[in-house]
C-alpha cells in the first residue's frame, strides 16, 4: 500500500447519527466504560504510591524506580493514535476486548515479577492495554448517550477520573501495608473481568474499510516515544535530551509530511482543519500543561515554602479532585445553553484565581484559606473539562470517532508531560525557588488558556456543538 494515497473512509451520511443506546444496554456500557477509566487511572495512582517498597524489594535506587511509571506513560502516549486507527478498522467492541485482555496479562506479569526488567516489561503490556481502551473512550461516549444526555456522560467519566485519583494513593497505601506489593496490579483484575462482560453491551459503530498505515505507526510511536522519553532526562542530563527531543521533531515532520495527503490519517490531521476541534485540543493541551505543572510543585511549595507538615500536605491536595467532582454536574447542565469557549473560558479562570491565589499565599496561611484555593483550581479544572471535551468529541464526523478519542487523550498526556518538563525545568534553575517558579508558570500557561477562549468566543467557533 502507498500510504500517500488518499484513503476513503466509511461515507459520513452513510454512518448512521449516534442517538445512544436504550436502557439498560445503556447503563451496561456505560459501566464498561467506567470500570475501564478507574482501571486506567488507578493502575497508575497505586504504582506512584508503591514505588519506594518495589525500589526496596527489588534492591533498586529510588531514580531507576521511577521507569516503572514511565514505562507505562511511554507504552501509552506512543500507541494511543496507531490503536485508534485500528479500532475504526477492527470495531471499536473487540478493541475493548483486545486491551482489556492485553492489561490482565500484563498486570499477570507484574505480580509475577521478580526482576526490574519482567516489571517493566509488564509495565509496557499494561500501558499497551489501557491505550487500546483509552483511545476508545470518547467515540464510545459519544455512541453510549443520547445526545440530551451526552454532556451528562462526559460529566460522569470527569467525576470518575476526579474520584479514582482521589481514591487511588489510599487504596495503593491500604494494599501495601496488608499484602506485598505485587497485589497492586492482581487488584485490578477482578474489575477488567466485568468490563469484559460489559463488552458485550457496547455499541456497534461503522469501520471504515482503510488499510493500515504501518509507516506512520512507527514514526508515531518515535515521535511521541523520544518526546516523552526527552522531557523525562531533560532535568537529569539535558544533552541526551536536547538530542532526543531534535530527533522526535525530526519524526513529527516526516510524520506530518506522510499523513497530510491523506483523507483519514493515522495522526488525524483532517480534524485539526475543523476549528472547534482545532481550539479545543490546543485549550486541552494548554489546561492539563497548567494543571500537572501545579500538582507537582504544590508538594514542595507545600512543605518547604509554607513549611507544612506531609500529612497536611495530603488532606489538602483531596480538595482538588473535590471541586472537580462538586463541579461538574453543573458543568454538564450549563453545557447544553451555552457555548464552550463561554464556560471553558470561565472555567481557566477560576484556575486561575486559584493559582494565584496559592502563588501569593503569606507565610504563615491559615488552612482554610490555602483549602479554598486549591478547592477554586478543582472547581475550574472541572467546570472546563466537560463542556470542552463535549465541543471536541461533537465537532468531528461520527466515523473518526476513534481518532477524535485517541487526539483526545494523546492532548491529555502531552499536556502532562510538558507540564512535568515545565517543573523539572524551574527546580534546575533553582533548587529552592523551583516550585515557586513552577506554579508562577503554570499561572501563566491558565492565562494563555483563557486568552484563547476568549478568541473562540468572539469568533464563534463553537455554537454548533451546544
Same mark, same amino acid.
Not at 500500500?1 to 476513503?8: G, L, R
Not at 447503563?27 to 504510591?49: H, P, Q, R
Not at 491523506?262 to 482543519?273: G, K
Given at each position: ?8 473512509p ?8 449516534p ?51 514511565n ?97 487511588s ?38 469501520k ?25 532526562e ?8 536536547? @538530542?532526543?527531543?531534535?530527533? $522526535?521533531?525530526?519524526? *513529527?515532520? +516526516?510524520?506530518? !509530511?506522510? /499523513? =497530510?495527503p491523506?483523507? #483519514?490519517? %493515522? ?7 475543523i ?43 483531596? @480538595?482538588?479532585?473535590?471541586? $472537580?467532582?462538586?463541579? *461538574?454536574? +453543573?458543568?454538564? !447542565?450549563? /453545557? =447544553?445553553?451555552?457555548? #464552550?469557549? %463561554? ?28 483549602s479554598l ?36 487523550a ?50 464563534k ?6
Open positions: 500500500m502507498n500510504a500517500n494515497e488518499p484513503v476513503t466509511a461515507s459520513p451520511s452513510s454512518a448512521p447519527k442517538c445512544g443506546l436504550p436502557a439498560p444496554a445503556r447503563y451496561w456500557a456505560a459501566l464498561g466504560v467506567l470500570l475501564a477509566i478507574s482501571i486506567t487511572v488507578l493502575d497508575a495512582g497505586i504504582a506512584n504510591i508503591a514505588l519506594p517498597t518495589i525500589a526496596n524489594d527489588l534492591g533498586i535506587r529510588p531514580s531507576t524506580s521511577i521507569w516503572i511509571v514505562a507505562y506513560t511511554i507504552s501509552i502516549i506512543a500507541t494511543l493514535l496507531p490503536f485508534s486507527a485500528v479500532a475504526e478498522r477492527i470495531g471499536f467492541t473487540l478493541m475493548y476486548r483486545i486491551g482489556i485482555s492485553v492489561f490482565i496479562a500484563g498486570a499477570i506479569i507484574c505480580s509475577m515479577a521478580d526482576s526490574l526488567g519482567l516489571l517493566l516489561l509488564g509495565r509496557i503490556i499494561q500501558g499497551m492495554g489501557s491505550s487500546s481502551v483509552m483511545c476508545l473512550f470518547g467515540g464510545m461516549v459519544r455512541n453510549i448517550y443520547p445526545p440530551h444526555k451526552l454532556a451528562a456522560g462526559i460529566s460522569l467519566n470527569a467525576m470518575t477520573v476526579g474520584l479514582m485519583a482521589v481514591l494513593p489510599s487504596i495503593g497505601a491500604f494494599i501495601i501495608t496488608i499484602a506485598p506489593w505485587k497485589w497492586i496490579f492482581i487488584f485490578t483484575i477482578p474489575f477488567c473481568l466485568v468490563a469484559l462482560y460489559a463488552a458485550r453491551f457496547l455499541p456497534l459503530i461503522p471504515i474499510s482503510a488499510p493500515f498505515d504501518y509507516i506512520s505507526a512507527v514514526l508515531n510511536m518515535l515521535t511521541f516515544g523520544l518526546f516523552i522519553w526527552a522531557l523525562d531533560s532535568g537529569n542530563k539535558p544533552v541526551i535530551a536536547g @538530542t532526543g527531543l531534535l530527533l $522526535s521533531l525530526f519524526f *513529527a515532520i +516526516l510524520l506530518i !509530511r506522510r /499523513s =497530510a491523506q483523507t #483519514a490519517p %493515522l495522526v488525524p490531521i483532517d480534524l485539526f482543519r476549528p472547534t476541534f482545532r481550539y479545543a485540543i490546543m485549550i486541552s493541551a494548554l489546561t492539563f500543561m497548567a494543571a500537572t505543572s501545579a500538582m507537582l510543585a504544590l508538594p514542595f511549595y507545600f512543605q518547604n515554602v509554607l513549611g507544612l507538615p506531609l500529612a497536611t500536605v495530603g488532606i489538602l491536595f483531596s @480538595t482538588w479532585p473535590i471541586g $472537580s467532582i462538586v463541579i *461538574a454536574p +453543573l458543568a454538564a !447542565r450549563l /453545557s =447544553a445553553r451555552f457555548p #464552550a469557549s %463561554l464556560l471553558s473560558g470561565i472555567g481557566a479562570a477560576i484556575m486561575f484565581m486559584g493559582l494565584g491565589g496559592l502563588l501569593l499565599l503569606p507565610n504563615p496561611s491559615p488552612l482554610t484559606l490555602i484555593y486549591m478547592f477554586l483550581t478543582g472547581m475550574g479544572f472541572g467546570f472546563f473539562q466537560t463542556p470542552n471535551n463535549k465541543a471536541m468529541l461533537l465537532s468531528t464526523p461520527i466515523h473518526r470517532s476513534s481518532a477524535t478519542g485517541g487526539a483526545q494523546t492532548t491529555r498526556l502531552f499536556g502532562q508531560g510538558v507540564g512535568a518538563a515545565i517543573v523539572a525545568l524551574c527546580f534546575s534553575v533553582s533548587q529552592n525557588e523551583g516550585a515557586i517558579y513552577a506554579l508562577a508558570a503554570s499561572v501563566v500557561v491558565t492565562i494563555i488558556a483563557v486568552l484563547i477562549n476568549l478568541i473562540r468566543y468572539f469568533k467557533l463553537d455554537t454548533a456543538v451546544i
